[in-house]
Each structure stands twice: as structure tokens, then as C-alpha cells.
């Protein structure tokens, strides 16, 4: 397939390539990432997913892009809201998979020497593993509550405090959720998994801010040079799997009825107005509030820990951002406004300064972009740019993005040498299975910081702090 160097850190995939292609592919990456992403179908995913009907722009990849389910992971495609449609592979399995911020009022001395104990009673506090349950039981009417008031539900139940809302992406709820679309088969595996991590990439860190890049933007963030900070990487667990599984499975059906095609049957798609576009976007909100609620329980419990060991009431959230999502935006094409449809799976939403949808004590300085690393290797704090609302539809990377496969990164390293590596290097790992360990070492995934240089030379983000971990929770 031809693909054509526009940039230092750009590349097109001209819709010449492929007759069903709408627009073309651009791919943010550098000469190292470009011949990663050409590894797998990472390039055929990307082209694919321009043949989508109602695309605008770009078919964009993210230089962590990587193969995926139908979209590649890394991906962003925006449709028209009126002529498109909306397709589970461009958000993905795990429907606001994400990540939240915590800063705390501690130095890196005043936790150092009680890492190993303080990661201890965090994974005690936070249940990690495929299919693991928490300390909640749901029953059906209450789990409603939780996927439809969103962030609220916390409140209202004392997991979090009122002002948490305002540094959560959409406050914390999508007000178009519709629990009544999700499956009882959905319910059920949800019902119990509020407040857990779940396996795969997902995780709780504790982390020392290493870097500051950008003085100002960081104090505006609460963030400070050997703060102690938290972060957490997980989404909508079973609930938001099955949801994508049912709706994957009604919309391949459905296709025919719309006289619809894809050259993957992976992008199975049906129009947004449509019934079966309705009721999976009722659905989609609905896990993604569950997922909220999700980081919210975890976050709770990071505070309970903290206030018993350390005798502080200190631990606010700085920003909660979605990375599986598919949300109804307003951006400027072809020097007009138009209402879209914006596909983000595996991608995160980048608003610059004055957006009227990031927090009003950030509002002159952008929206927090949070990128988690591999684990044991650093993470990032960035800020939003205009350039992104201009090029990417306000979007940015999301993470390292997977170089091997899980079997793979199991066959280069034993999890004892994985433990030692990260000992070494002063971290300390708690995690459910040894498998969590090996499936996860960072010779698993590209070089975070080679991703994030691209994000930041491409002008869709920009570097604001690097973030060190030593403390690690794994399922």
C-alpha cells in the first residue's frame, strides 16, 4: 500500500489505494513508529475504516496505533451526524477504558521508604483480575442508577465529593444513557465489578512527578516537581465487553437492511439515527457511566489508603479522560461547523484553551491529556492544543500502543526477571497473576516517550510533566 511522508512526523495514506476508501489515512508517527505500525494491519485497518459511510477529514492513526478489532487501536474517525454511522469497532471492547490523575500533598520522602507497604494495601483495597468481583453487589435497580445518573450515583452514595464532577471528561456522565438497552447477560457481569481493575494494561500506579516541561500549565494542574501523584487505567470491565458483544453481533445482522457493506466485517456499522444505532449509543453511554463510577470506587478507596497511612485528606483528582468512546461534537470542516460523530478507540479527546467543555480553572491553559506508559516505564501529562481541533478533531495518542503480543512478550522474560528488572529500577509490583506481569513487561509496547514527541511536534498536544512510577497494582 503507498503511503507518503508529508512531515517530520506525518503520513498520508492516499484514498487512491483502495476503491471503497471515502478519504484518505494520516498516520502520526516518526521513522522508527512508522515501521512498527507497518508490522501488522495496522495500515489496512486505518484504510478500511476510511470506507466507513459519512466520513469526514481523516481516517486518523495515532503513532501508538496498533491492529485491533475492525478500527485499528489508536484510531479516530469522525462522521458526519447526519449522513454517518456508528460502528462498536471504532470504540472498542472496553467502552471508556481510561485514566485519572490523583495528586497528592506528598513528596516522594514522605512515601519512599513505605512504598512497598503502601502498594501492599492498595491492591488489598482495589480487586485486580479478569473477572474479578468487588465488595458491591448491584442488584438490577440500582446498577440502572449507576448507568444512568453517572458521577452522581457516586455522590449521592459518598464515594465522592460533589466538586470531583467538575475534573471528570463530560462531568462525569453521558446524559444519553439508556440502561434499558443493555443486555441482562451485560448487567450481570457488571453488577459486581464497580471499584475494579480488571487485567490486561490496566492498572494503579503511584507515581513521582520526575519533570516538569511547562511551569505554568503545571501549577494550573496542581502539579509540582517530586509530588506524589496516582494514576489509574481501567474502564467498564464485563459490562462494557458484553455490550460491544451484543451490539457487534446486531448490527452484523442488521447491515443488510441499510443496504450497508464494509470491506471488514469487523466494521460492522449501521446509521446513527437508525434503531439499532440508538439503542447501542444508549448502551455505550450507559457502560461508560458504569465506567466513571468504576475509576470513581477506585479512587475512593486510593484516598482511604492514603488517609491511613498518612494521616491526608489531600488527594484530588486532577483530570479523568475516556479513551474508547464515541461522542457527538461540534468541529469546524471546510471553514464550517458542523455536528459530528467522533470515534476515539484507543485515542483521547486534546481540547485547547477557551473550550467550553474542559474545566473553568483550566479553561485559559487547555484540557489535561493524560498518557499512561507500559509498566514500569514513565507517563505523561499533556495539555490540549488548537492544532488538534484543526487536524486530529481533538484528538490525541492515548499510550505506548503494543509492539508484541501477549504471547510473545510471555516468551522473553519470566515474571521473576520481570520483578527483578522493575526492583532495580526502584519499583515495587503487586499484581493477581504472574501471566499480568509477563503480558505487560514494556518490551511489550513502542518507547512512550518516541509517541509522545510525535503528539507534541505535531502540535496536537504538548508536553506539560513526566511522571516516574514506583509503586505498581497489576490484575
Not at 62 to 78: E, K, N, R, T
Not at 139 to 166: H, R
Not at 200 to 218: L, M, P, R
Request: glycine share 8%.
Amino acid at each position: 500500500m503507498t503511503i507518503e511522508k508529508i512531515s517530520e512526523v506525518k503520513y498520508r495514506i492516499p484514498k487512491t489505494n483502495k476503491p471503497f476508501m471515502n478519504v484518505d489515512g494520516i498516520v502520526y508517527a516518526d521513522e522508527n513508529l512508522i515501521e512498527a505500525i507497518r508490522n501488522d494491519k495496522t495500515i489496512d485497518q486505518i484504510a478500511n475504516t476510511a470506507a466507513l459511510p459519512g466520513i469526514i477529514g481523516y481516517s486518523l492513526g495515532m503513532p501508538d496505533a496498533h491492529q485491533g478489532y475492525g478500527f485499528c487501536i489508536g484510531g479516530v474517525a469522525a462522521v458526519d451526524y447526519q449522513r454517518g454511522v456508528i460502528s462498536p469497532g471504532g470504540i472498542g471492547y472496553d467502552i471508556n477504558c481510561g485514566v485519572r490523575l490523583l495528586a497528592t500533598d506528598l513528596n516522594a520522602d514522605q512515601v519512599k521508604s513505605k512504598i512497598e507497604e503502601l502498594t501492599k494495601n492498595l491492591f488489598h483495597e482495589i480487586p485486580s483480575g479478569t473477572g474479578k468481583g468487588g465488595k458491591l453487589k448491584l442488584n438490577q435497580s440500582e446498577l440502572d442508577k449507576v448507568m444512568k445518573l453517572g458521577i452522581d450515583w457516586s455522590i449521592k452514595n459518598n464515594y465522592a465529593f460533589p466538586y470531583d464532577k467538575e475534573f471528570i471528561e463530560e462531568n462525569g456522565c453521558l446524559t444519553n444513557s439508556d440502561p434499558n438497552m443493555v443486555s441482562v447477560r451485560a448487567k450481570e457481569r457488571g453488577r459486581d465489578q464497580l471499584g475494579t481493575l480488571g487485567s490486561g494494561n490496566h492498572f494503579v500506579e503511584v507515581q513521582i512527578v520526575q519533570e516538569i516541561f511547562d511551569d505554568s500549565i503545571a501549577r494550573a494542574f496542581n502539579l509540582h516537581k517530586d509530588q506524589i501523584v496516582v494514576l489509574i487505567h481501567t474502564g467498564s470491565r464485563g459490562l462494557g465487553h458484553q455490550v460491544c458483544t451484543d451490539y457487534l453481533r446486531e448490527m452484523d445482522a442488521a447491515m443488510k437492511n441499510y443496504n450497508l457493506s464494509m470491506p471488514d466485517r469487523e466494521l460492522a456499522c449501521v446509521p446513527i439515527d437508525s434503531k439499532e444505532g440508538r439503542n447501542y449509543l444508549g448502551a455505550m453511554a450507559s457502560a461508560a457511566n458504569f465506567a466513571f463510577n468504576n475509576r470513581q470506587l477506585i479512587t475512593y478507596n486510593v484516598r482511604e489508603v492514603f488517609e491511613r497511612m498518612f494521616k491526608t485528606d489531600e488527594v484530588k483528582i486532577i483530570y479523568d479522560v475516556c479513551h474508547n468512546i464515541a461522542k457527538v461534537e461540534q468541529h469546524r470542516v471546510n471553514d464550517e461547523m458542523k455536528t459530528v460523530l467522533v470515534h476515539r478507540k484507543g485515542a483521547t479527546r486534546a481540547f485547547p484553551k477557551h473550550h467550553k467543555d474542559i474545566p473553568e480553572v483550566y479553561r485559559e491553559f487547555g484540557q489535561p491529556v493524560l498518557i499512561p506508559g507500559s509498566m514500569g516505564t514513565y507517563s505523561y501529562v499533556l495539555v490540549g492544543l488548537e492544532t488538534a481541533m484543526s487536524e486530529t478533531f481533538g484528538s490525541t495518542c492515548h499510550g505506548a500502543g503494543r509492539s508484541l503480543s501477549r504471547n510473545k512478550a510471555k516468551q522473553i522474560m519470566t515474571a521473576d526477571e520481570a520483578v527483578k528488572k522493575l526492583k532495580e529500577k526502584g519499583i515495587y509490583i503487586q499484581a493477581s497473576t504472574r501471566s499480568g506481569i509477563t503480558e505487560e513487561i514494556p518490551e511489550a509496547y513502542k518507547n512512550i516517550s518516541n509517541v509522545v514527541d510525535v503528539v507534541h511536534k505535531a502540535g496536537i498536544s504538548s508536553k506539560v510533566a513526566k511522571l516516574k512510577p514506583i509503586g505498581v497494582i497489576k490484575g
